[in-house]
Nanobody, 125 residues
Framework: QVRLVESGGGLVQAGGSLRLSCTAS????????MAWFRQAPGKERDFVTA????????IYADSVKGRFTISRDSDKNTVYLQMNSLKPEDTAVYYC??????????????????WGQGTQVTVSS
């Protein structure tokens, strides 16, 4: 059974930083491309960033380029999202997603086979 468990969300002031983690089990992590999506209240779930199963390529949504950084640690089966210079518009539930083995990164939700339960990030102004 595949499980993705996110952590690290919380409340932060605008301009602050948070680091989200997503730990995977039940999947060969080193073969899975990983991504972060987010869903703000009343809006659709949007792509944030993704990293290929071998570490490159990495892609970012324009709205987070230069502020967010995705990374992965295969020894820990964990993908991270470092979020700096946070803005109130970054407020959302953040979801971790994983592909099946050897599938490449994508901005489309349908490309990802496994999802976490989400972690809330709230940025106050």
């Amino acid at each position: 059974q595949v499980r993705l468990v996110e952590s690290g969300g919380g409340l932060v002031q605008a301009g602050g930083s948070l680091r989200l983690s997503c730990t995977a089990s039940g999947v060969t992590f080193s073969r899975s491309s990983m991504a972060w999506f987010r869903q703000a209240p009343g809006k659709e779930r949007d792509f944030v960033t993704a990293i290929s199963y071998y570490g490159a390529p990495i892609i970012y949504a324009d709205s987070v380029k230069g502020r967010f950084t995705i990374s992965r640690d295969s020894d820990k089966n964990t993908v991270y999202l470092q979020m700096n210079s946070l803005k109130p518009e970054d407020t959302a539930v953040y979801y971790c997603a994983a592909t099946r083995s050897y599938r490449e990164v994508s901005t489309y939700q349908s490309s990802y086979d496994y999802w976490g339960q989400g972690t809330q990030v709230t940025v106050s102004s």
